[in-house]
């Protein structure tokens, strides 16, 4: 696969810590480049959270990491007003969401009156305390760890929050060639050792031409007519949102110029289908079908334009 030589950098340099992970790196990459937001949803110890750090450490960009545990209150994500007796005057003290990179660790460990404290930052980037609205500083992103719902401690996330994830993924286990040379150590560096290798500059302007992608009227056609199946499949309950659609399109933009194009071709929207569409729709309870396979019938009974 080819890969812009400007991302590659970023590959390379993540690919020091995470072993064998190639494409799932690249697809983390894509709601940075998109504009968007990502959560991993895995089992425990897989690296989820070694994976954000890494992407973070990558970029000269400020980052904050939050660990979501069940007595944590919004005003630990977004920041508190406090009296200041010298000043004789009301302060806000930012949280940890005023970042460019936030890392939400375990995010279904906290209640979700706590997790809605993401929602305005995500979806418009700005935060709202006492009636004072504060601009968040582009670029920003959340990138949050999930660990299966049925999990000791965990509560599942409200639909509303899930659809403001541009894309989910799933980490995995390494192939055992890569795992052994894991479990001997070696060549592995430790994520706080890692360099960043991308400017602010360099991502905003590498941002800007991602949204510049072009992507032809067939090919659009082909996007949409995925996510209005989505709508009828006797499968899903609940289809893709308007929302999730516009997502999609900036999603497979960014994968597009992160693979070295300017323009976005089917198999471009092959690849983020299940990233962007699982964790957004709705399935109807079944034992006859696991949700991959949904999805891959969806993909599989759509005309490709030529």
Known sequence: MEIDKRIKKVVDNIEQVIKGKTDKILLSLVPLVGSGHLIYIDIPGVGKTTLSESIAKSFDLKTSRIQFTADLLPSDIIGVTIYNRERNSFEFKKGPIFAHIVIGDEINRTPPKTQSALLEAMSQ???????ITYRLEEPFMVIATENPAEFTGTYP????????????????????????????GENIVDVKDLKSVMTKDELLEF???????????????????????????????????????????????AYAKI??????????IKTLAKPVI????????????FRDEIIEDILNETKVPI
């Open 125 to 131: 980037c700005q935060i709202t305390v006492d009636n």
């Open 157 to 184: 996330l409200p639909e509303s929050e899930l659809d403001r994830f541009m894309i989910s993924l799933d980490i995995g286990y390494p192939e055992e060639a890569v795992e052994l040379k894991i479990l001997n």
């Open 207 to 253: 941002v800007k031409e991602a949204k510049h992608t072009l992507i032809e009227e067939s090919v659009l056609n082909y996007l949409y007519e995925i996510v209005r199946k989505t709508r009828t499949s006797k499968f899903i309950r609940l289809g893709l949102s308007i929302r999730g659609g516009i997502e999609y399109v900036k999603a497979v933009k």
């Open 259 to 268: 693979c070295g194009r300017d323009f976005v071709i089917p198999e471009d």
């Open 278 to 289: 699982k964790h957004r729709v709705i399935f109807r309870e079944t034992e006859t079908k």
